[in-house]
């Protein structure tokens, strides 16, 4: 199993930048998709996951109404649309396929985990 996580780079505050997930060697629909991100010094923190069927999406309350989750099953790809970046989003953004509905945030409960990309939020 492949989480291939991409997209990240240098964005000016206020800037965008859309992460992609690819997934390889797993049925895809059949995992929920969660976003964590880790920033220099800190514990890993969730972002946002995707439900598998259909699709229920949650929100750490950091990153409600500037972030958005998706996923096309098709293409066995999950997607995070960051918007309105500040610099505190500035970290290490990966992509794991697992957790539940009840739990989403719980780090522990993602099976498959990706390399992680970096976002850097500065001018």
């Known amino acids: 199993v492949q989480l291939q996580a991409s997209g990240g780079g240098l964005v000016q505050p206020g800037g965008s930048l859309r992460l992609s997930c690819a997934a390889s060697?797993?049925?895809?629909?059949?995992?929920?998709i969660g976003w964590f991100r880790q920033a220099p010094g800190q514990e890993r923190e969730f972002v946002a996951r995707?439900?598998?069927?259909?699709?229920?999406?949650f929100y750490a309350d950091s990153v409600k109404g500037r972030f958005t989750v998706s996923r096309d099953n098709a293409k066995s790809t999950a997607y995070l649309q960051l918007s309105s970046l500040i610099s505190e989003d500035t970290a290490v953004y990966f992509c794991?396929?697992?957790?539940?509905?009840?739990?989403?945030?719980?780090?522990?409960?993602?099976?498959?985990w990706g390399q992680g990309t970096l976002v850097t939020v500065s001018s």
């Open positions: 794991a396929a697992g957790g539940n509905f009840w739990s989403p945030a719980q780090v522990h409960e993602y099976v498959y």
């Open positions: 060697g797993l049925t895809f629909s059949d995992y929920g």
């Open positions: 995707v439900g598998r069927g259909r699709g229920v999406k």
